[in-house]
């Protein structure tokens, strides 16, 4: 699954009291659905249903107003020339910043050409002693690895405005082999407020590195019942908005011992991830992930503990004659909510395929009616289905407050799971 940082999603958010009895009060939602990099979704219309309301149209931000709704309510936002739709069940707030999970194609964008020289650490600048430069930040992000007279130049690409404005950070390594865990760290150096304008190449954008000290960090991974590690990445935060990658782990063996960089006013992250099932068949296989923060350098007992992802109950895998009247169920990702995704297996050539996502707290549900906004459920069809999990959010309210395209980011622990697919076809009256 991209990130900014995030309230705390263990709270649960909700400036906005249900209704009273009776159900006769109505609120005015307003708010956002944005994609992963907090961009409005162009070509999109969003629909509360109830009341004979119509689909409405996003506007140019991304922005939307709807009326006379009574709480607990769904929403529905409709991509209808990429057949696809996703709903958000069980709300109850005014304010809405809806994230959109899309496969939709990307856009050409913003790109800038970065280049400058790094300084300080150990020269020559060679594979034994390798040197990265990453320019971060909200909107776009883009690194490369320092040529041995100390140059670098790399390209950065963004949607959105036509300049964006990060922090550029150096960072040289000492190891044994590219295959292993680097043994030490040996310079550091950051430059912020570098601006970058569309079209164009800043240049002499340069950074010096100065000493830094090495320690170690080490713990233990517990993966459930089933589970295999099977990848490790360290990180580098000096702040929660900014996720830098030290290294991949190609030993996954638990406890675990690495060499780390000791910079002020930095911690450092952990994502380790674990699957049950058939390696070499994603689609057949469940995933758990961690994102571990805040940890400090010189932590010898870190305890990284993954949680079972959700696993799909009913219909059996290869159901035939399912309608919207079909329940499908899962188990429940612990302490999370759930997006359920249905995606059409064999669309039409030169069509997307149908897909629909359903967002809920719940460990149920059944295939929307979207014929209101002319998306019925295609009939004698094969679709595929999987269940994605995320924890800790509190509810539905709190899923305003997270931001799903970066979970390394921010300052809590994040946990998401991913199911094994399922197959099914529709009736043929669905």
């Given amino acids: 699954m991209l990130l900014t940082a995030c309230p705390d999603p263990g709270t649960d958010p909700n400036p906005n009291p249900n209704p009273g009895p009776g159900g006769d009060v109505t609120i005015t939602v307003s708010g956002k659905v944005l994609t992963g990099d907090g961009q409005p979704i162009e070509g999109a219309s969003i629909l509360i249903p109830g009341n004979d309301r119509q689909a409405v149209a996003l506007d140019s931000t991304g922005s939307f107003s709807i009326e006379g709704v009574t709480a607990p309510y769904d929403v529905i936002v409709v991509q209808r020339a990429l057949r696809s739709a996703t709903v958000y069940k069980g709300l109850s707030r005014r304010d809405l910043t809806l994230p959109l999970i899309t496969d939709a194609e990307e856009t050409d964008g913003s790109k800038a050409t970065l280049e400058g020289t790094v300084t300080g650490g150990s020269t020559p600048y060679n594979d034994d002693v390798p040197t990265n430069v990453e320019f971060v930040s909200a909107n776009g992000s883009a690194g490369t690895q320092v040529d041995p007279a100390g140059t670098y130049s790399t390209e950065v690409s963004w949607n959105g405005s036509s300049s964006i404005t990060g922090s550029l950070f150096a960072i040289q390594l000492e190891s044994s082999s590219p295959f292993l865990p680097p043994t030490g760290y040996l310079g550091y150096g ?4 570098v601006t970058l304008t569309a079209g164009t190449t800043s240049s002499a954008i340069d950074v010096a590195m100065n000493s830094v000290t090495s320690a170690r960090l080490a713990g233990t991974i517990t993966a459930p019942n089933g589970y ?4 490790i990445g360290v990180g580098l935060m000096p702040d929660q908005n900014t996720h830098l990658d030290l290294f991949r782990a190609f030993d996954t063996s638990s406890p675990f011992d690495y060499v780390v960089p000791e910079i002020a006013q930095s911690t450092l992250s952990m994502e380790v ?9 994603p689609e057949n296989a469940a995933i758990s992930i961690l994102y571990k923060k805040g940890l400090t350098a010189g932590t010898s ?4 503990v993954l949680q079972e992802a959700s696993r799909p109950g009913q219909p059996a895998d290869g159901a035939t004659a399912v309608t919207r009247t079909t329940e499908f169920s899962w188990t429940a990702f612990t302490g999370g909510i759930h997006m359920v995704q249905f995606e059409e297996k064999e669309p039409a050539a030169g069509t997307s395929p149908y897909t629909v996502s359903v967002f809920t707290s719940g460990t149920q549900t059944t295939l929307p009616d979207l014929s209101t906004v002319d998306m019925g459920l295609p009939a004698s069809t094969r679709f595929t289905w999987r269940v994605q999990g995320f924890a800790p959010v509190a509810s539905m309210n709190a899923l305003s407050d997270l931001s799903l395209s970066n979970p390394a980011l921010g ?7 991913t199911s094994e697919e399922r197959t099914f076809t529709t009736s043929a009256a669905p």
């Fill in 228 to 231: 295999e590690v099977a990848g």
């Fill in 301 to 304: 007992n870190a305890a990284l």
């Fill in 411 to 417: 300052t809590t622990d994040f946990a998401l799971g």
């Fill in 273 to 281: 991830m674990a699957i049950s099932g058939d390696l070499s068949a």
């Fill in 190 to 193: 950051r430059r912020d407020n």
